[in-house]
């Protein structure tokens, strides 16, 4: 452990990777904040400083947010904890907040909701931005990447990147030459970016930053036949793509059957690791992995997603097993639709 006396609490030392090409090094297990915003239940804001302020402490120092999030108040936030600690990196993302439009994503649009985060974040220039998983028309727009590079060179933003639904649409951003990430579902349900995202992400100097990691908590190990989720959770109002793209809620994988894959899984898990600090570590054992970025809802959570950094990496017949699993319960349900 490295200290940093007792006023700013213990850091823990975690593997640094680079973030692609914004050229930051960051923990290989960041936090997403969308639990913090909205869509999870209930957090109250005590308990999501506190969330935060925990990840600090066990050496996190990477932060994905959205303007979308609680309309603004994951936002908001991030940027009290940017004020007690502004050596940590934080991202954000943009363009959820308008009909889905790819008419809707101008240097115009592009200025004002970059306002609008700048002041929920209290800072002049925001570290990352991303492209909030846009209509696939978007990817391809040289207008839009162009308007991209004008916010950079305005000093609004440091560097931008994408967060993506599907493969094909991360390799036509990871070909953009200004595009420094690349935000990507990816765990032990979602193998398939291992098969061409990762190799052409790495080849190119672009950052993977996976979300998503325990596919929606069911790779916690946590959950069975008899969970049931508060009404505002998009785990019970998103079952079927209701609200947003399906596969953002358990990775599109029938909750049946990630249940029965996470029954095989368990005896995988090493003495003294959680079933979620398996399926994190198996994530960071990914090559091109910058920084995977678990979501938590209390201090608790926090230390133990960062703790996963920790173990060693799972020895290659767990991976092995890990892929058989996949090859036979979530591969037919999820490998051809993203």
């Not at 943009?94 to 200025?111: C, H, I, K, W």
């Not at 162009?146 to 000093?155: F, M, R």
């Not at 993977?208 to 998009?234: K, W």
Request: a negative charge.
């Amino acid at each position: 452990m490295n200290g940093r006396g007792e006023g700013s609490g213990i850091l823990v030392a975690m593997e640094q990777r680079t973030l692609g090409r914004t050229g930051r090094q960051v923990g290989v297990v960041g936090l997403g904040t969308w639990q913090l915003g909205a869509d999870w239940g209930d957090v109250d804001e005590e308990q999501a400083l506190a969330t935060l302020r925990a990840a600090v402490e066990s050496g996190i120092t990477f932060f994905d947010t959205a303007d979308v999030y609680g309309d603004g108040r994951s936002e908001r936030l991030v940027g009290r904890l940017l004020k007690e600690h502004p050596e940590v990196m934080v991202a954000t993302k943009m363009g959820r907040r308008v009909p889905q439009d790819p008419s809707a994503y101008t240097l115009e649009n592009f200025r004002a909701w970059n306002d609008r985060s700048r002041k929920n974040l209290g800072v002049d220039t925001i570290d990352l931005v991303q492209l909030h998983c846009p209509p696939t028309p978007v990817y391809s727009t040289d207008a839009v990447f162009d308007a991209l590079d004008t916010l950079v060179e305005e000093g609004r933003i440091a560097a931008y990147g994408v967060s993506v639904e599907t493969c094909e649409e991360a390799l036509t951003a990871i070909a953009r030459p200004g595009v420094a990430t690349v935000q990507i579902i990816l765990n032990a349900f979602r193998l398939k970016p291992l098969e061409r995202v990762l190799p052409a992400a790495a080849e190119a100097g672009v950052g993977i930053i996976a979300r998503v990691p325990l596919a929606s908590g069911l790779l916690s190990g946590r959950y069975g036949r008899d969970t049931v989720f508060p009404a505002n959770d998009h785990r019970t109002f998103n079952r079927r793509g209701e609200a947003f793209d399906v596969g953002e809620t358990f990775s599109g994988v029938d909750f049946e059957s990630g249940l029965e894959a996470v029954a095989r899984l368990a005896p995988l898990v090493p003495e003294g690791m959680t079933m979620a600090q398996f399926a994190l570590r198996w994530v960071i054992d990914q090559p091109g992995v910058s920084v995977v970025i678990p979501g938590a809802r209390n201090p608790e959570q926090a230390r133990a997603n960062a703790a996963a950094a920790a173990f060693d990496p799972l020895p290659e017949p767990v991976h092995e097993q890990v892929r058989a699993v996949y090859d036979e319960l979530i591969r037919p349900q999820v490998h051809h639709r993203w």
